[in-house]
C-alpha cells in the first residue's frame, strides 16, 4: 500500500500503514519556519538556520505524531554502518545534550517513548517495528551505507539485543532518491556488486555513460535478505529529486538546503 499524507496547518509529513500501530513519521520541508535556503521544516541541528526556528520546527512535528520532544534521540551520520542500541540514558541527545557518540547512522531502542531519528536529503531512511516488544529500529541508508549492509545490520541488532523474530518485523522504506535521478558512474554499482554479488543486478541500470542505481530497492532487497517477508515491508516509493516541491535532494541542491527526518517511538509489548 503506498504511504497516506498528512497535513495539519501547513505541516505535510507521511505515515506507512503497516507502521499504524506505532507512532512514526516521514516529514517533508513544509511546515517550519525556518528561512531560505532551509524554508521551512529543516530538522538537523547546525545547518545555519538557528537553534531556535530548529526547535520551533521539532515542536510542532513532534507535536503532530504525538511524542516527547524532550525524549528524542538523534543519530550521527557519518555514512558507516554503526548501528547505536539507545537506552533512557540517550533521552534528549542532540537537541538538548550533547550525542557522545562520533557514529551511529542506525539507532535501535526498546525503552518506551523514546523516539529516534534519522535524516535524509536524497538517502534512504528505514524504520523497523517489532510488534511483539515494541522495540523500533531507524536507519540511515544512503549507498555506501547500502552497501555496507547497514539496513541488514540493523535487523541484526535487534534480533541480538531485544529478541526480535525477523518474519514479525514491520518495515517501511521513507522517500530517497529514485533510480530516475540517481546517475552514478561505476563505483556505486562496483560497491553493490561487491556487496550483493549478482543480486545487485536487479537494482543497475546502464543508461548512455552513467549507471542509474533503484536505492529504495536495493534497501528492500536487505530487508529480505535479513529475513523479513515481502509483505511487511512498505515503501513510499517517492523521489527526493523529482519533488522539490516536498523534500530537499543534495544532488539537486547541494549544501545550501535543509533534511528530512524518519522519526519512530518504541512502545510496549
Known amino acids: ?15 506507512a500503514s503497516n507502521l499504524g500501530g506505532v507512532r512514526h513519521g516521514f516529514s517533508t520541508r513544509l511546515g517550519g519556519v525556518s528561512p531560505a535556503p532551509w524554508d521551512s521544516l529543516n530538522l538537523r541541528p547546525g545547518m545555519g538556520d538557528g537553534r531556535e526556528a530548529m526547535l520551533e520546527n521539532y515542536r510542532r512535528f513532534c507535536a503532530l505524531l504525538g511524542v516527547d520532544m524532550e525524549r528524542t534521540v538523534l543519530s550521527r551520520q557519518v555514512h558507516e554502518t554503526n548501528v547505536r542500541a539507545c537506552t533512557e540514558a540517550d533521552a534528549g541527545k542532540g537537541l538538548f545534550r550533547e550525542r557522545d557518540y562520533d557514529s551511529a547512522d542506525a539507532l535501535v531502542t526498546d525503552v518506551p517513548g523514546l523516539t529516534l531519528f534519522v535524516f ?18 531507524a536507519a540511515h541508508a544512503g549507498w555506501r551505507g547500502c552497501a555496507g549492509g547497514i539496513v541488514e545490520k540493523t535487523v541484526r541488532e535487534m534480533v541480538r539485543r531485544y529478541g526480535s523474530r525477523p518474519e514479525r518485523l514491520q518495515a517501511a ?5 529514485g533510480q530516475c535521478c540517481f546517475e552514478s558512474d561505476g563505483d556505486v554499482p562496483a560497491a553493490m556488486r561487491e556487496a550483493l554479488g549478482k543480486d545487485a543486478e536487479a ?9 542509474h542505481v533503484d536505492l529504495e530497492g536495493l534497501n528492500r532487497h536487505w530487508l529480505l535478505r535479513a529475513g523479513l517477508p515481502r509483505e511487511r515491508i512498505e515503501a513510499s516509493g517517492l523521489c527526493t529529486a523529482c519533488r ?3 523534500f530537499w535532494s543534495h544532488r539537486k541542491l547541494g549544501e545550501a538546503r535543509g533534511v528530512q527526518c524518519g522519526a519512530i517511538m518504541a ?3
Open 267 to 269: 512502545g510496549g509489548k
Open 244 to 246: 522539490r516541491d516536498l
Open 120 to 137: 535524509s536529503a536524497d538517502c534512504g531512511t528505514v524504520l523497523l517495528h517489532d510488534p511483539d516488544t515494541g522495540a523500533v529500529g
Open 173 to 177: 522504506l521513507g522517500p530517497c532518491i
Open 203 to 211: 537494482y543497475l541500470e546502464k543508461r548512455g555513460p552513467k549507471w
Open 1 to 15: 500500500m503506498p504511504f497516506e499524507t498528512h497535513e495539519q496547518n501547513g505541516l505535510v509529513w507521511f505515515t
